[in-house]
């Protein structure tokens, strides 16, 4: 009997270690706002060493004039909702293809302008938990499926992604 409640007691042990003692592997990546950015006309230069670091970026890039609902690759993009206009919200993700995916950071049908990654596979929205998958935007689960945060021109230059916003018509300040 006293065998068995010291094996018990080991294996309990063991479990405890493993469990609280070993890193575990995190889950979910939560956006980290980018206030370093630069702009140069139309366009948005963020760093790729940062964007490296923390995976998935915010920026928030001031307009010259406040902005209601913008038409955007055939949606109608409500930034009226977000500060007041006065902002054009922007995600940046680094995938683990190693690829860089830029979007304007919204949900449109729920209203929602917060994302996080999960299971590093996903793009969720923190409002409605609609899935994307991090590599195509293709939706996964949820019930705004067909409205994944709208992708933007990027590119890669040394340790610079630029982003051009020509497309969304709207002028930026610094």
């Given at each position: 009997?006293?065998?068995?409640i ?9 479990v405890?270690?493993?469990?609280n ?10 956006g ?23 995976k ?8 010259k ?10 949606r ?14 922007l995600?940046?993700e680094l ?52 409205y994944?945060?709208p992708?933007?021109d ?18 930026l300040?610094g």
């Amino acid at each position: 009997m006293n065998k068995r409640i010291v094996f018990a007691a080991i294996i309990l042990a063991a479990v405890f270690i493993v469990y609280n003692v070993f890193p575990k592997k995190e889950t979910s990546v939560n956006g980290t706002f980018y206030d370093e950015f630069s702009i140069n006309g139309a366009k948005v230069y963020l760093s790729y060493d940062f964007l490296s670091d923390k995976k998935l970026v915010f920026i928030d890039v001031k307009l010259k004039d406040k902005a209601g609902d913008i038409n955007f690759l055939g949606r109608a993009i409500p930034l009226r909702l977000y500060k007041d206009g006065a902002y054009v919200p922007l995600m940046a993700e680094l995938t683990p293809s190693g690829k860089v995916v830029v979007t304007l950071r919204v949900c449109e049908p729920c209203g929602s302008f917060s994302f996080h990654i999960e299971e590093s596979k996903y793009i969720e929205c923190d409002l409605c938990g609609t899935r994307w998958d991090i590599e195509t935007l293709i939706g996964v689960s949820g019930g705004c499926v067909n409205y994944p945060p709208p992708r933007l021109d990027e590119s890669l230059s040394g340790n610079s992604i630029e982003i051009d916003l020509s497309t969304l018509g709207l002028q930026l300040t610094g």
